[in-house]
């Protein structure tokens, strides 16, 4: 699907230089790696839980008294709170590889975004999936007012045959009504693994070429300007994004890679019949039309994990709405202590001409971004994505890579390799 990038380009907007965001710590020791909540990344757009298919629930908007009258005079139409959860952060995160047969207890973080108190005659309750010999119900015994988190606890066990198991689970009112993570009452869920999702391998220092292949960043001694013009780049777009991974995309881009002690570079050049930008940023951002880094910087280190650790980052760059409203952004979604805007100096441009629409980014991303700058020539797992959004008001539909595994993005195994070149070159 290569297309050529004339350069006939009409830059209509923006120069931007976002400055958001926090300063990143140091890579920590990679002990106890806690997973994101899985709606928050595009894992969510993979994993929509099954309709439940037990008796009717109410929605969470339903009505729950607190107050200590005994609940015989309460009247179920006389709503006077609500209850609501936001899922803050768990153990066990999704396809963990736990042995077959080995107990286990899962916990969620959960927040009380609703209006009323958890407290007794509150639970934790299995609602479909797999139960993993959770037991049906676990009652609450503390007091959990609105705004407050608490720590729901599960013991399970994994099941003694080899595969992927998930079971969903929901919070009950003490009128046993269900509610979860949205509205309709969404559950969350524990999703594990008891196969090896990968063959027994032994580290190497690249992935397979069919992974996407070798892409290269040559050292520059003359750093370019971040304007959105690529002039300043000896030999622009000289990588494609070939593969269709997930999704209906018509979308095309070509990018390059550079880098000096400071920073990595990024030209990207995407073609894009219908630019959309659906969110503001921030943790959404993969929503709108924008662009994916995955980087595995201790690619030899843990080879063979299937998956992602402290040394393991999942960036997206939006290029903002293009119009001048909303600038270009950025946001971590991996690893999770790092999760958070970043400050990457970006310039995005509007390109509209005949078979061009769609955008260009150049931007120089601080190696402190990904734990420290290259030691010298080194191979780091690697893939480059783009989302498209092309329904206003719809969120991302489909999504092309440098990597043809990249079908999930939690696996590094199935990244492609990025080259650190010490010397200059095109
Ligand atoms: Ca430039
Ligand atoms: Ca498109
Ligand atoms: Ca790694
Ligand atoms: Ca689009």
Same mark, same amino acid.
């Given at each position: ?21 926090? =300063? ?11 997973? $994101?909540?899985?709606?928050? #990344? *595009?894992? =969510? ?7 439940? #298919? ?56 959960? +927040?009380? =975004? ?44 994994? /099941? ?81 994004? /070939? ?25 990207? +050049? ?37 998956? *992602? ?29 790092? +999760? ?13 001409? /005949? ?10 991303? $601080? ?5 420290? =700058? $290259? ?36 696996? $590094? ?14």
């Amino acid at each position: 699907m290569k297309k050529s990038f004339p350069n006939r380009i009409v830059a209509s907007t923006i120069m931007a230089c976002l400055l958001v965001g926090c =300063a990143l710590p140091m890579a920590s020791t990679p002990t106890q790696f806690v997973f $994101p909540t899985p709606n928050l #990344t *595009m894992t =969510a757009l993979f994993q929509i839980p099954p309709t439940n #298919t037990v008796a009717p629930q109410a929605t969470a908007t339903q009505a729950v008294p607190t107050s200590s009258t005994p609940s015989a005079t309460l009247s179920p139409t006389a709503p006077n709170c609500t209850n609501l959860a936001q899922f803050v952060s768990e153990t066990f995160p999704d396809l963990t590889y736990i042995a077959p047969g080995t107990a286990f207890t899962k916990t969620w973080t959960l +927040k009380n =975004a609703g209006t009323c108190t958890w407290g007794a005659g509150y639970a934790l309750v299995f609602d479909s999936g797999d139960q993993m010999g959770g037991p049906a119900s676990v009652p609450m015994t503390a007091s959990v007012p609105p705004g407050a988190v608490y720590n729901f606890t599960v013991n399970l066990k994994a /099941p003694a045959t080899l595969g992927q198991y998930q079971g969903f689970w929901k919070l009950q009112s003490p009128q046993g009504v269900r509610f979860g993570t949205d509205a309709s009452g969404k559950a969350f869920w524990v999703k594990i693994t008891t196969a090896v999702l990968a063959p027994a391998c032994a580290a190497q220092t690249k992935r397979p070429e069919s992974y996407g292949g070798i892409i290269e960043a040559y050292y520059t001694s003359t750093p370019p300007t971040i304007d959105a013009v690529l002039t300043d780049w000896d030999s622009p777009l000289i990588d494609d994004v /070939p593969y269709d991974v997930w999704g209906d995309t018509d979308n095309d881009a070509r990018f390059t890679l550079k880098w000096d002690h400071d920073n990595l570079y990024l030209a990207v +050049k995407v073609v894009d019949d219908n630019f959309y930008q659906s969110t503001s940023g921030g943790e959404d951002l993969f929503k709108g039309d924008s662009v994916e880094i995955l980087l595995d910087k201790d690619l030899k280190g843990d080879y063979c994990s299937t998956v *992602m650790s402290s040394d393991d980052y999942q960036v997206g760059i939006s290029p903002g709405d293009l119009i001048g409203t909303q600038g270009p952004s950025v946001w971590m979604w991996y690893p999770l202590d790092k +999760k958070g805007y970043k400050i990457v100096a970006i310039a995005s441009v509007m390109t509209i001409a /005949p078979d061009t629409n769609g955008y260009i980014i150049e931007a120089a991303i $601080p190696w402190s971004t990904f734990g420290g =700058a $290259p030691a010298g020539s080194e191979y780091y797992g690697f893939a480059l994505s783009v989302s498209d959004n092309d329904e206003s008001g719809q969120q991302q539909q489909g999504m092309i890579s440098t990597a043809p595994k990249r079908t999930i993005f939690s696996n $590094p195994m199935l990244w492609g390799t990025l080259q650190i070149e010490i010397q200059t070159g095109p």
